[in-house]
């Protein structure tokens, strides 16, 4: 089975800091994902990467950015971190186009 | 834009009873459908998925149906117990797009 891990399950930073958000895939998946979870709000998608140092934004890209250097490893970047980014971060892959995605366990970020 | 309809938000049902959760989708081209099982603190989970080319799928208490004319689709759980309480969310995407759509999750409450 394919394994996401995402470096922390909950983090807390000040306004105005810079944040890293660490996912490490075990499979050789191309696709991998960042979406945060708000209530009432679903999954909203962030950015996503089809390959190393490509990527693409989503939905609610303003404020974040990503970094993809290696095929394994999908960063998310929030530059200046504001209180309305406080939610639940996930990080998903898969294997390509019309598959499930396999998720990681989430950040709880909350910033303050 | 592309959209996921998602109901009900919130179901109660008694232990060993049925529960149903719909979902309607905006995009026509819409060919893959899947179903998330999200449990306390842990990311969403994939149960069964379906793609446009069959109308049901069937795994264990679990079943998909499809109606691509009418544009929506349900999960059935039967037989139920306390450990399908969690909160489920349906998908849809289509072909030469890597994102999906979600819909904003039913909270699903199994009651001994």
């Known amino acids: 089975d394919v394994k996401v891990t995402q470096s922390s399950r909950y983090l807390v930073k000040r306004t105005g800091e810079k944040v890293f958000l660490e996912c490490v895939q075990d499979?050789?998946?191309?696709?991998m994902f960042w979406y945060r979870q708000d209530p009432g709000l679903g999954l909203r998608l962030i950015y996503f990467?089809?390959?190393?140092?490509?990527?693409e934004k989503g939905d609610i890209p303003e404020g974040y950015s990503v970094s993809r250097e290696k095929k394994e490893r999908f960063s998310l970047i929030l530059e200046s971190a504001s209180t309305n980014q406080t939610s639940m971060y996930l990080c998903?892959?898969?294997?390509?186009?019309?598959?499930?995605?396999?998720f990681g366990s989430g950040t709880r970020l909350t910033i303050v | 834009g592309e959209n996921v309809e998602q109901h009900p938000s919130t179901l109660s049902v008694q232990e060993g009873d049925s529960a149903v959760i719909k979902c309607t989708y905006s995009?026509?081209?819409?060919?893959?459908f899947p179903w998330y099982k999200q449990e306390l603190g842990k990311g969403p989970q994939l149960i069964i998925d379906?793609?446009?080319?069959?109308g049901e799928k069937k795994d264990q208490r679990i079943a998909v149906t499809l109606n691509k004319t009418a544009k929506h689709f349900s999960l059935h759980i039967t037989e139920t117990q306390p450990e399908d309480s969690a909160v489920y969310f349906c998908?849809?995407?289509?072909?030469?797009?890597?994102?999906?759509?979600f819909g904003t999750g039913t909270r699903l409450k199994v009651l001994a």
């Open positions: 998908a849809a995407s289509g072909p030469g797009t890597y994102k999906y759509i």
């Open positions: 499979m050789d998946h191309e696709n």
């Open positions: 998903a892959t898969r294997v390509g186009a019309n598959y499930g995605y396999t």
């Open positions: 995009d026509s081209a819409s060919n893959y």
């Open positions: 379906i793609r446009s080319n069959v």
């Open positions: 990467s089809y390959d190393v140092k490509m990527k």
